[in-house]
């Protein structure tokens, strides 16, 4: 359920604006409207975060909980001075245990702010942590300590100043806790409760900074904004509940971009600026020595900076087309809606250009591949590149008709040849389309479809691409257990069979479940123990016969009929592994080979002889 943060954020802006004006308009009410606004603000807050740790649970609970205790304090504070000003018209000063209750609640502040997020998990990012704190905290005391607090003991006196410094002092520390915090935290601040409580603080101290700087320069006209500062902090704090908390995976302490490298900065800026103002030479050097080395050291974290992005983009893209790749193809299909539409993309005919022009061909192939995908898939659409020769092409906001459409002109850009080094490359491709659900999933199946439709075209998938997915599951299941039938042709020739699926089918099918060996060599083991003629004949493929002549050997010699190996290619090779085995060959669409014909091995081509 969303919270209806903004709206009320909104609102109290307008409130604290409203306030402003009325409280320089109308000076002699002042204090009356302050009080008002102060004590309706802590108070009606402190109500609404208890019930909110009411009703949540976990770390909310203990996050509404000290939230609404601060609230409560300086609630308590407030209405010890404002019933009388609202009374009276004049405000008095608060009591010892006011003051205590009041600095009290700058506590839990800080406390509840600190609680949401966590700190970095690396050594590094602590110690980043750390020293950005030390940083600001030194660099805040040093402006406060020129600009309020020296003044304020010379005047008064330690002693008597005691909460006239306690409070600047506190301020200080909660100020530079506060910016620490903003900087790691800038992404899950926008529009949260994180972004509410870290900016009330940050304004209450600023204003807590201001009062004390301007009561000691005498500065008259600061009072309607100061006294606006506390209400709008006390108003924004009041409202954090309304807002949604960051997620679990943002809270980590991480500084990120140009801010979170800035904001360290500034109150080392604030120090620089009041050091120039001093006489001493040996302080102008020192504030220009620190503000070089600042310099330096910005330049360089920027650098840096750019580097991590590089890499980063570098990790989540194709190094050879500049494509989004695997990775973060697969992050955004995460977040792909129902209308969304995925096209996997196979080239065909790859592997031929990079065995005949070499891997260099190949390589300029598929990058000229990726650059056509994506001038006519547009700037809209994702193409990422899978690996190998696979693309994807991500749609979102596209019909079928049009996705169809641009299925087509896929197959027409990967179809245009390819000049390269003075040859020509051709390839096709298959297209499997998708859209809805298991994206991925559906096209991968379209794709599988369309390359056995004779590839060079596209296939969208259907309920029938799931049946047919799911009778080659049950197949692939059925061959690895060994179960199928085999029958035998009229000329005594071995065939498989499964169901309605013929021996072509089934091989395939093995093939791509890494399952050919094994069901070539049961094939043969059944053929040569099943068939009842006088001759068998058995087809068996030229990798099986390359490397399992001693298999072949043997399942000869245990089966003594008449033998003939059916190949659809004949190599030197296998001709001597047939021969060994005391088989007979035939070759597919040719015929027997006579025992005494004799197959030469490839020779070197003329482009590898010595040149005289």
Known sequence: MRRPGRAFTTGGWVLSACALIGMAVF????????????????????????????????????????????????????????????????????????????????????????????????????????????????????????????????????????????????????????????????????????????????????????????????????????????????????????????????????????????????????????????????????????????????????????????????????PLTGLPNRALFADTLRTAGPRSILLMIDLDGFKAVNDTLGHAAGDHLLIVIGQRLSAVAGPSALVARLGGDEFAVLLHGRSVDEASVLASAVLAACAEPVEIDGRTAVVGASVGLARGDSLAHHADLALYQAKQQGKSCYRWFGEELVAASRARAELVAELSAGRFELEFSPAGEARLRWRDLGHEEILEAAAEAGLLTDIEQAMLTAALSRHPGDTVIVPLSTDFLTGHGVVLSRALAAHPVPVLIKVSEVTAPVLHTLRLAGARVLLDGYGEIPLGTRIADPQPSDSCAPTS
């Open 27 to 318: 000076d002699h009410q002042a204090a009356r409207l302050y009080a008002v606004l102060m004590m309706a603000g802590t108070c009606a807050g402190a109500a609404l975060h208890t019930a909110y740790a009411m009703r949540s649970n976990g770390r909310e609970r203990r996050l509404w909980a000290l939230t609404a205790t601060a609230l409560a304090f300086w609630g308590y504070a407030e209405v010890s001075v404002g019933v009388s000003a609202v009374i009276h018209g004049v405000a008095p000063g608060r009591t010892v245990i006011a003051n205590l209750v009041n600095l009290g609640s700058l506590v839990l502040a800080v406390v509840a702010m600190l609680a949401i997020p966590t700190a970095p998990r690396t050594a590094a990012g602590r110690l980043r942590m750390i020293l950005d704190g030390v940083v600001a905290t030194s660099a805040l005391l040093g402006v406060v300590w020129a600009l309020a607090l020296a003044p304020m003991i010379r005047l008064e006196g330690a002693r008597n100043a005691i909460f006239d410094l306690a409070y600047p002092v506190l301020a200080v520390g909660v100020l530079a806790v506060a910016v620490i915090v903003y900087t790691g935290q800038a992404g899950a601040l926008r529009g949260g409760a994180m972004r509410a409580i870290t900016g009330g603080v940050l304004l209450v101290s600023l204003t807590l900074l201001v009062e004390v700087i301007g009561q000691v320069a005498g500065v008259t006209w600061l009072r309607p904004v100061v006294l606006d500062g506390y209400v709008s902090s006390a108003w924004l704090l009041a409202v954090a509940p309304l807002h949604e908390l960051p997620r679990e995976t943002e809270r980590e302490w991480r500084p990120a971009g140009l801010a979170a490298d800035l904001i360290p900065y500034v109150p080392v800026v604030a120090l620089l600026a009041v050091c120039v103002t001093m006489t001493s030479p040996l302080v102008w050097f020192g504030s220009l020595t620190v503000t070089a080395l600042m310099a330096r050291q910005f330049v360089a974290l920027r650098r840096n900076a750019a580097l991590a992005r590089d890499l980063a983009d570098q990790a989540v893209h194709d």
